[in-house]
């Protein structure tokens, strides 16, 4: 079964942190990148931060020097250490993994159903 599952989500007070994770369980395909979104109420899907099969990392401007991004290889698991939070970081935050499918299998865009964080002021 190919799935993503986001856990971590929660209340935390301005100022707080918190961490998500994501796990992926992708079967026969490779796992090319993780990536974090995140949806405000009344605002489209805002990229976050992306890491790569080998390790690089990609940061919205919003977050960079607050969020940090890492992977667990060999549990095909990525986290999301958030901090300094902000009422606006307010959102339900998505996982989706970019994966490499075997020959004749193409290429799959996974999404999970995400994780409400709420910062209160």
């Known amino acids: 079964q190919v799935q993503v599952v986001e856990s971590g989500g929660g209340l935390v007070q301005a100022g707080g942190s918190l961490r998500l994770s994501c796990a992926a369980s992708?079967?026969?395909?490779?796992?090319?990148?993780l990536g974090w979104y995140r949806r405000a109420p009344g605002k489209q899907r805002e990229f976050l931060a992306s890491?790569?099969?080998?390790?690089?990392?990609n940061y919205a401007d919003s977050v960079k020097g607050r969020f940090t991004i890492s992977e667990d290889n060999a549990k095909n698991t990525v986290h999301l250490q958030m901090n300094s939070l902000k009422p606006e970081d307010t959102a339900v935050y998505y996982c989706?993994?970019?994966?490499?499918?075997?020959?004749?299998?193409?290429?799959?865009?996974?999404w999970g159903r995400g994780t409400q964080v709420t910062v209160s002021s």
């Open positions: 890491i790569s099969s080998g390790g690089s990392t």
């Open positions: 992708v079967g026969t395909f490779s796992i090319n990148a």
């Open positions: 989706k993994a970019d994966t490499i499918g075997p020959p004749g299998f193409g290429n799959l865009e996974l």
